[in-house]
């Protein structure tokens, strides 16, 4: 994983962002990266219709803990997961929708959550946008992937102040990594993965049924068995 760290150190002087933060698994990794890597963190949570509390919850008491420089939530009621949408619409769109990608995809979620980021990243003077979207993301959904991350930065380059002044980009690191990758990252940084949440059902415990709570429990069986190992 060094080539991770080398990574990050190298984007230059400043080391100042704002990343996007669910309470999950990947980007609880990351803050805990950024945060040893020194970085100034802006943490951000998009609030949308239907999000579990169990999830804010998670995000409260892992930011106790890594104490970023600050945390912001925005909340964004009329932004929607695909099926809560194909409940209430039901048309031909939503369905072919949902027939094609998760249940809790949302229409133009990161188009959304990286203009609402670089506007913070404007109003704080930040470098970077810091998501943790991993490997198996980029297969599923359509805006996760160095293509569309590409044509964003042009976005901003041409669009926004900072971009045209002064370097600010979004940046996937992980996006290229595997869980096995993550495992051993969660290990080496000493990531509070307890307070994480993963599960995608409106319930007061992780289910442990949805594929959420699947590839929960799978990357903690990795997890561990690199601990034993070490």
Known sequence: MKEIEKELLQLGEDKSCVLLFSGGID???LLFLLKKLNYKINVLTINYNGRNPKELEACEKIIDLAKPDNYIIIDLNFLKESITLWEELKNSTMKE???????YYIPARNIIFFSIAAYYAESFGVSFIFTGHVKDDSGILPDVNERFVDLFNEILKNGTYLGRNKRLEIKMPFLNLNKLDLAELALKYEVPLQYTWS??????LQCGNCRGCIQRKHFLEMYDEIKRKR
């Not at 929708?97 to 249940?103: E, F, G, K, V, Y």
């Not at 599960?199 to 007061?204: F, K, N, S």
């Open 97 to 103: 929708i949902i027939s094609n990608l998760p249940s």
């Open 27 to 29: 980007s609880t990794i």
């Open 199 to 204: 599960c995608h059902e409106l319930a007061e």
